[in-house]
DNA sequence: ATAATTAATCAACTTTTTTTGATGAATTAA
DNA sequence: TTAATTCATCAAAAAAAGTTGATTAATTAT
């Protein structure tokens, strides 16, 4: 049984580099919660400002873990004016996550 | 759209708590070898000093990555005389990942 | 019984990740 | 133009994760 395939034409060591780099991105809490909240949002995206306000967190704490899940391509960055607003890149998620998972924790 | 739903009757704080875990155990590039390794073996299972040997690490290195994904659930240790084997907890695997990103990583 | 093998655990150390508060750039409002 | 808002980035500090070599316990072989 041979478990790690190629991702998109990579090789096996370019592919445990995306894997881990994906884990990771998911494995923290907050950033667990950022994702959450912008699932529920009504436009499936938000602002660092609303973030902000609904996770009771410092600016500059929530822009460090919004780089880490850009960085893995699980968000979308967009910029309206002064506004920074994220959303979720589910092609991404769903090449690691299942649809039953993905509903679960997003 | 709610996104973080229980896990096992948890709450949403615990289920939080849950994906951290399982996220950031398989978030290494050690770990996922080792689970690799595992998947491909004739018997899906492995003792440490084979995995000493297939994946030139030190034994207390992979002791270590090994606890890991042990406290994670995700691999299960079997004692054999002086063997300590290790076997995948696909039950467990499943509930974070799809069957398709199952094949493709472990 | 003695020696060798297997593997967990420990403490010290190194490396990486995360947090914090400050600064500055860009945009909007007055 | 001036003041206020939004947010990325930076450096320093704190916290967490991973590595290393040594010790120890248990089992197996001689």
Known sequence: MELIKNVNGLNEDAAL???EKMFNALADKIRLKIMNEIGKSPNMNLCVCDLEEKLELQQS????????LVDANIL???????WNYYRINEEQIQVV???DTCCKIF
Chains 1, 2 share one sequence.
């Open 97 to 99: 996550l299942s649809e």
């Open 61 to 68: 704490k929530l822009s460090y873990h919004l780089k880490k």
């Open 76 to 82: 979308i960055p967009e910029k309206h004016g002064t």
């Open 17 to 19: 580099d995306f894997y």
